[in-house]
């Protein structure tokens, strides 16, 4: 087969929604308003979707497509496969080319443990791993043991909030490996735009009127598995067990 591979057209969102469905990993649920959720995944802040989101297709018949996620500060791109195995290839060609043009300096591509055939392609074109990231789940409706030191307390945000918990989230990962600084229009987004039932309810920690710790949550449509996003502590404030507490509120939030 020979693939041609174009750029995306705001029309082509239906297109990115069905074969997200057809490659992409297996759905807890179908939620009716997928179309929706990816046009708003698309309109995020700093989002280029006409320049970064390529669509490969055969004599007319979609096989995929694949978003190159630009983080300028980090001279990186994050590349999102959802395409068929024989449509990999031109789509990374012009991934890369896209990165190069715009002054990228690496590309990088998250495999799931259990996609070798991804794997196994991507180690063919000349990519190696470099780093492994933990998924952890825990089942049932068990909270976490984890008391407020004295003097603390935890409410949620509010869009007030925003400015506050982007410098808190910012300095809490600074230095972190594959972090890229957030902007409060991204935050903002995030938390209140984005979700499928908006806002996503981020928990703050307190002491003395000061912010010190944060738990982002997500509930995703009904019969997905509750997240937690990000838990941040301030850096001078670490090792104090205050990410601890944060989760834990987080969790009995989600169970």
Request: glycine share 10%.
């Amino acid at each position: 087969m020979a693939y041609s591979v174009r750029r995306f057209a705001w029309d082509d969102v239906p297109l990115l929604t069905a074969s997200e469905a057809a490659h992409g990993p297996p759905a807890s649920a179908a939620p009716a308003d997928a179309v929706e959720r990816m046009r708003r995944w698309l309109a995020q802040p700093g989002m280029r979707p006409e320049r970064d989101c390529f669509i490969a297709d055969d004599d007319g018949t979609p096989a995929g497509y694949a978003y190159l996620v630009v983080e300028q500060p980090l001279r990186r791109g994050v590349l999102i496969f959802e395409a068929a195995p024989a449509g990999r290839a031109p789509l990374l060609d012009a991934a890369v080319s896209d990165a190069r043009s715009i002054g990228l300096a690496v590309v990088q591509v998250d495999v799931p443990e259990t996609d070798d055939a991804l794997r196994s392609f991507l180690a063919s074109a000349g990519l190696a791993h470099v780093r492994t990231h933990l998924h952890l789940r825990r089942d049932g409706a068990q909270t976490i043991d984890a008391p407020l030191p004295a003097g603390a307390a935890i409410r949620s945000a509010g869009r007030d909030d925003t400015a506050a918990l982007t410098d808190l989230q910012n300095a809490a990962f600074r230095g972190s490996w594959g972090y890229a600084p957030n902007t409060t229009e991204t935050i903002a987004y995030g938390v209140f735009e984005l979700p499928d039932d908006p806002p996503d309810r981020v928990l703050l920690l307190e002491e003395g009127g000061r912010l010190l710790a944060y738990c982002w949550t997500h509930q995703g449509h009904a019969g997905a598995p509750g997240q937690i996003g990000m838990v941040g502590t301030a850096p001078a404030e670490q090792s104090r067990g205050l990410g601890r507490a944060v989760t834990a509120a987080g969790v009995d939030h989600l169970v």
